[in-house]
């Protein structure tokens, strides 16, 4: 005879394994149609089963956008994260190319985060976040700097912001293939020794 507790597990396994196949799908989707393409019949249609299961599971096609956005954050956290680096400058460059690699190796990803992909303007909670926390990474790497004295002490954030806007930019610029120098990725190394060189010499704000 099967017992309660049983019972119970058997009727939340096809739950979980809907929500898996949905949140797979939803990634297919968004890898092979890019952000445009999610939509709750096109996960629906790739996972194989109605529309109404992925309003069940999720509510709308924003609680799937949100389900990606956290993804792609969690993995730009792990892409930009320190390895161990005791110089400073060698944790923020480190950081600083493993930033395009990312975007480059996941353009779809990048583009639903960043760029114009169907995303309401407030972000939940839960994205926010997670984006915060992966931008809390690129932070702790310039606190790290001004703690061991590489840079000048001052406002950790608001140089981190700085050092974003100028690699977000030019991923940006390449991604959409609008450098125009022949070599992207020498022209981004030169852009970190260039910000390096900045920041090293600036004086404390």
Not at 126 to 143: S, Y
């Amino acid at each position: 005879m099967t017992s309660p507790s049983e019972t119970r597990r058997a009727a939340r396994t096809p739950s979980r394994d809907l929500e898996a196949a949905l949140v797979a799908a939803a990634e297919a989707v968004l890898l092979r149609d890019g952000p445009a393409g999610i939509t709750v019949r096109s996960v629906a249609t790739e996972a194989g089963v109605s529309p109404m299961g992925v309003y069940n599971r999720f509510g709308s096609k924003q609680g799937l956008l949100d389900l990606l956005l956290i993804r792609g954050f969690d993995k730009l956290r792990e892409a930009v994260a320190g390895r161990g680096e005791i110089d400073a400058f060698e944790r923020l460059g480190g950081a600083g190319r493993r930033y395009r690699a990312f975007a480059l190796e996941n353009p779809q990803y990048y583009e639903l985060m960043f760029g114009s992909g169907p995303r309401k303007p407030e972000l939940s909670p839960e994205v926010t976040e997670c984006a915060a926390t992966a931008f809390g990474e690129l932070v702790g790497h310039v606190a790290y700097a001004m703690a061991t004295g590489a840079i000048a002490p001052g406002d950790a954030f608001d140089l981190a912001q700085q050092i974003w806007c100028s690699v977000h930019g030019a991923v940006v610029l390449e991604m959409s293939d609008l450098f125009k120098t022949p070599d992207p990725a020498a022209t981004y190394e030169r852009l970190l020794q260039l910000l390096a060189r900045g920041i090293a010499s600036a004086p404390p704000s």
